[in-house]
């Protein structure tokens, strides 16, 4: 028997307990699939993000000194030239360039029939615009050695300098964002705080929606130069607790998970279906030694100063708190993947050598060393440090200092004893030595003459060779000071999940994040 | 009257300034935002250069009364790590930490009244107990704690909830029961001991020796009277759950106040610290002022007495 609808709503309506049950459970079960939908959309990558997201990164215009800016560049912009695999100056919206004899003179041609997001090819007048735009880390010292910018036809574009330096390529392409290029029409057109919120760039991915702190999404550009990306969609979301973050990775809403350190790596690594991909970055962690320069103190002499470096157990503090993924080169200062790198021995674990040397040094019974400062957001590798330094009787004690607090301490040289260091700015070798090591660096509490004499003699050499030969020679004569003890150069490391085929992730040397954004790939269903 | 609120409101106004006062001076002191939002090795320029252009450069009372001035106008100021107006990332937050703050309370008062009658009218018995057990519990389980249990649970090993973020009625579930499983173990303990109170009284008595049935002198004569200090407390609870749920937010990644003050507090944006503090005081001043107004209103001592 049929009834029709006005008979069925004038039927009382009674709702049991039982109905109660079953449509909690019913909408319990729905919500549940749903939300395992979400995380498994097809062509959709989720990340874990580990920092909170600010519009400011968004705009390349902007960028600061920090590494973390270029997570978002790299999907949403795109540079004349950039560091991609395999190289710190790999093209971009660049396909060639060439620099005068006497370094004066840098010119770019650009791809034809680039595009942004928008439609707008990209021109010589974008790349002017931009440099001229541009605010972020460095922008005093960049735009300041730059004496014009010409631009002779759409794909040309010449940069001349007031005078030859070396390392403008470095600055350009990779230390700052002055050459991630943003459309000048359009900015003129909508105005600075519109670009800010909705940007445009001519990356792989363009701009969707953006909640400042919680979630960024962006879509793929299928015109962008080099081929349209294999993920359709990215979605990332900031989860600033690492625990949530491997938890969200486990239970499948996020395909990718940056930071997962210490034992929960231990359980990623366990964790069936995950992968643990480790990037060692450009940040180097050494101990230095402050009061070298002061003849009454113990660190001014070098055989205790080198007893220290042979009493960290470099390998066994990796193991334990980055499953063996840091890389331990040897180098306190200058990272493996900078430019003009130079490889120093690799670092010894002998205690006995490190007592025999403190013997010798008249310190057989050890001593009372002071304290050992860090940045408490590293403090786990300051507790193995000072463990292995009080098995040979360097007696340390820890002073942990919260991340603000310590960089301002150590940048006006406020302490004493010992320093554990992590700087992890971009550059060369050239740009790392001036503020660590070299006379009037930022973080530089005394230098040696031989060292300081070397810093101005490459910084105007344009014969390559060299002054790759200066550079080396200074960090060799670092390391014969034993200026720092050298601890390791961090690894990085992120959870992956099973839906990811190719993260990216180490691709590019030293860059913590996945890129290029264009080459990742998602398993096919 | 009017005296008394006149009176009231300018002691609120004066907790304002002296919350302003405090909170703009005691961030400055926890180091440099110029050092985190650059790498370690930046060069002085760009330092300098962040100073200037957030005018951190400035003599510390000149800033001050820059941001006074703003305040007075409405404006809170530009994060610094954000670089967006404060206000708007407040009104973006906020509508999250209300909801959240909302399910919470209704689920530390479903919970905590309840047994705390239960406790109250069966003092001594297995359910008195219990309900001790789960104060106790309350109150010493810290809700990161409860966080992480439940994500490990209902995330990872069952899949039924999400473990973080916002946007459907699942993401509010565990992030609610976390942050109110403290607050309803408090609002459990203060209903058992007002009932207790209540149900000693002579009229409680009374109504007994007049033969009235235990459930209605509990639920009418007692219930009533013991109600009104937990909803109170419930009241200025609920100001704390929108402002300071930090660890909860944080932990479910929960884009409300509390995560946005944990970001400002772990990037030295001294605007955003600044906000909240001074923008959840005012709630929490104006709850107060609120509440002694209509105590002043019920009560004509409380005014007399002032």
């Known amino acids: 028997m049929t009834r029709s609808p006005g008979e069925l709503f004038a039927e009382p309506f009674r709702l049991h307990r039982r109905d109660l049950l079953a449509l909690s459970a019913a909408a319990g079960l729905t919500g549940a699939l749903a939300h395992r939908a979400e995380a498994a959309a097809p062509g959709q990558l989720t990340y874990a993000v580990h920092i909170s997201l600010a519009a400011s990164w968004l705009d390349p215009g902007e960028t600061s000194g920090l590494i973390t800016p270029f997570l978002l560049l790299y999907a949403l912009h795109d540079a004349l030239v950039k560091p991609m695999p395999g190289t710190a100056y790999g093209a971009g919206l660049a396909e060639s360039w060439t620099a005068s004899e006497d370094g004066l003179t840098y010119d770019f041609v650009l791809r034809p029939n680039t595009l942004f997001h928008n439609g707008d090819p990209v021109t010589s007048d974008d790349v002017k615009f931009s440099f001229e735009r541009y605010r972020g880390a460095n922008h005093v010292d960049l735009q300041g050695r730059v004496a014009s910018i010409e631009t002779p036809d759409p794909r040309h574009v010449r940069f001349r300098l007031k005078q030859p330096w070396p390392d403008f390529l470095t600055f350009y392409s990779g230390t700052t964002g002055a050459g991630w290029i943003v459309p000048r029409k359009h900015i003129e057109k909508v105005g600075e705080e519109t670009f800010k919120k909705a940007p445009v760039g001519a990356g792989p991915f363009k701009f969707v929606s953006f909640n400042p702190g919680i979630e960024l999404v962006l879509e793929a550009f299928g015109q962008y130069w080099q081929k349209p990306p294999p993920v359709k969609r990215i979605v990332m979301k900031v989860i600033p607790d690492e625990g949530t973050r491997l938890a969200a990775l486990k239970s499948g809403e996020v395909d990718i998970a940056y930071s997962i350190r210490g034992e929960l790596a231990e359980e990623l690594r366990k964790a069936p279906g995950l992968k643990l991909e480790a990037v060692a970055v450009q940040g180097t962690f050494a101990v230095y030694f402050p009061e070298q320069w002061t003849p009454s103190s113990p660190w001014h002499d070098i055989r205790i100063r080198r007893a220290v470096n042979f009493a960290i157990d470099h390998e066994g503090i990796n193991q334990a708190l980055t499953q063996g993924y840091s890389h331990v080169t040897g180098s306190g200062v200058v990272p493996d993947m900078f430019e003009f790198y130079w490889q120093p021995p690799k670092p010894e674990y002998n205690p006995d050598k490190a007592r025999k040397l403190l013997a010798e040094a008249g310190r057989a019974n050890g001593f009372d060393a002071g304290f050992y400062y860090c940045d408490s957001s590293y403090a786990n590798i300051g507790e193995a440090v000072v463990n292995n330094l009080r098995e040979v009787g360097i007696n340390v004690r820890l002073r942990p200092i919260e991340r603000a607090g310590f960089l301002k301490g150590w940048g006006e040289k406020q302490y004493k004893n010992l320093i554990q260091i992590g700087p992890g700015a971009s550059g060369n070798a050239a740009t790392r030595m001036e503020s660590l090591v070299v006379k009037g660096g930022q973080f530089v509490y005394g230098s040696y003459p031989d060292i300081d004499e070397l810093f101005p003699r490459q910084a105007i050499e344009l014969d390559r060779a060299k002054r790759e030969a200066i550079l080396h020679r200074m960090q060799e004569l670092v390391y014969e000071k034993s200026l720092y003890a050298p601890i390791w150069q961090l690894a990085f490391l992120n959870g992956v999940g099973p839906r990811v085929e190719a993260s990216s992730f180490g691709r590019i040397p030293g860059f913590p994040y996945t890129a290029p954004y264009e080459d990742i790939t998602l398993k096919s269903a | ?306």
């Open chain 2, 1 to 306: 009257m009017r005296q008394f609120v006149l009176k009231r409101f300018c002691y609120s106004l004066l907790s304002l300034f002296l919350l302003s006062v405090t909170i703009f001076f005691f961030v400055r002191v926890t180091g440099d935002p110029a050092t985190l939002l650059t790498e370690p090795g930046a060069s002085e320029a760009d330092i300098a250069a962040i100073h200037q252009k957030f005018g951190l450069d400035r003599p510390l009372v000149v800033q001050y009364v820059l941001f006074m001035t703003s305040l007075f106008r409405g404006d809170l100021g530009q994060s610094f790590y954000y670089q967006t107006p404060v206000m708007d990332l407040y009104w973006s937050r906020l509508p999250h930490s209300l909801l959240l703050a909302a399910v919470a309370m209704a689920f530390s008062l479903i919970i905590g009244i309840p047994s705390g009658i239960i406790a109250a009218v069966r003092i001594g018995s297995f359910w008195d107990s219990v309900g001790k057990v789960f104060a106790l519990l309350g109150l010493s389980l810290p809700s990161f704690f409860i966080g992480l249990l439940m994500i490990l649970l209902f995330s990872v090993y069952l899949g039924w909830l999400p473990s973080s973020g916002s946007g459907t009625p699942l993401h509010v579930i565990m992030p609610a029961f976390a942050l109110g499983w403290y607050f309803a173990a408090a609002h459990m303990r203060l209903t058992r001991s007002s009932m207790l109170e209540v149900l000693g009284s002579e009229y409680i008595k009374l109504a007994r020796l007049k033969g009235l049935p235990q459930r209605l002198v509990i639920a009418k004569h007692a219930f009533k009277n013991a109600l009104i200090p937990v909803l109170t407390l419930a009241g200025i609870n609920l100001v704390l759950m929108i402002n300071v749920a930090v660890i909860v937010e944080t932990v479910f990644a929960w884009p409300g106040i509390g995560r946005l003050l944990y970001e400002g507090i772990s990037f030295r944006d001294f605007p955003v610290v600044q906000g909240v503090v001074i923008l959840g005081g005012a709630m929490i001043v104006a709850v107060n002022l609120l509440v002694d107004i209509v105590y002043a209103v019920i009560d004509p001592r409380i005014r007399l007495g002032s």
